[in-house]
């Protein structure tokens, strides 16, 4: 009886981890929302600019240190950092572009 109830506890766990991971997921998730409020800043940005940003952001931007959350600075310190640190990155326009895209729009809120 000991062990069923062990299993059955163990099992329950591992479903509320499993769920959790996923509300973590989606939190961070880039929506079409995102995309409308990007397109006010930058017009023309689609969800797949975002998204391509995204992985552009992830790729290069935690090489020298830890990859910092687009939602810990402002918008005004992205655009104040992006561009510098696109440089030691040694990244295209084209990259800063979609980086800054990306970031900017999901900055913290101020
Ligand atoms: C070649 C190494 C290197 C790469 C690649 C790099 N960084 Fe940095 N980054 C640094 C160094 C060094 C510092 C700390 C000193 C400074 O601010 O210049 C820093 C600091 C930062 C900070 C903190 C600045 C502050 O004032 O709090 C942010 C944010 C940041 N980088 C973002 C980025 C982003 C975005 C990218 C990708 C485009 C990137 N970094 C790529 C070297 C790098």
Sequence with gaps: MKKQLLILF??????????????????????????SR???MFPGTTLADLQKGKLIYDANCGKCHKLHQ???????????IVPPMSRKA????????LILRYVVTMAKKN
């Excluded at 040694?90 to 572009?97: A, G, I, R, V």
């Design 10 to 35: 163990s099992l329950l766990f591992l479903v509320s981890c499993i769920r959790y991971k996923k509300l973590v997921a989606d939190k961070n998730a880039i929506t079409e929302t995102d995309a």
């Design 38 to 40: 990007a397109n006010e």
């Design 90 to 97: 040694k990244l295209s326009q084209e990259d800063e572009s």
């Design 70 to 80: 687009p939602d810990s600075r402002s918008a005004d310190s992205w655009n104040k």
